[in-house]
């Protein structure tokens, strides 16, 4: 089992950026793809940023431009750069696999933009 831990949310205001970082426990990163995800009041989670083991990412279609997904082997860490923030990026941010398998969600990073 693998347990993540998700860090640097908070309160943005709109056009403001974050840096969201995930910490694995153990190192995956060369077995799997990783992922963000976030999850909405009242809405399902949804991947909005993937990397592979090959370093090659995919964004969802609201995000794209905006977010950068990197990760960092040696460490065990994935992090989302978010640039250009607007309030319906609003949600809780967690981590996992980008892959087929997942582990069990972390707590999450509550990200809230707002003015």
């Known amino acids: 089992q693998v347990q993540f831990v998700e860090s640097g949310g908070g309160l943005v205001q709109p056009g403001g950026s974050l840096r969201l970082s995930c910490a694995a426990s153990r190192s995956i990163f060369s077995i799997y793809a990783m992922g963000w995800y976030r999850q909405a009041p009242g809405k399902p989670r949804e991947l909005v940023a993937r990397?592979?083991?090959?370093?090659?990412?995919n964004y969802a279609d609201s995000v794209k431009g905006r977010f950068t997904i990197s990760r960092d082997t040696a460490k065990n860490t994935v992090s989302l750069q978010m640039n250009s923030l607007k309030p319906e990026d609003t949600a809780v941010y967690y981590c996992n696999t980008g892959d087929t398998i997942l582990f069990s969600w972390g707590q999450g990073t509550q990200v809230t933009v707002s003015s």
């Open positions: 990397i592979s083991t090959s370093d090659s990412t």
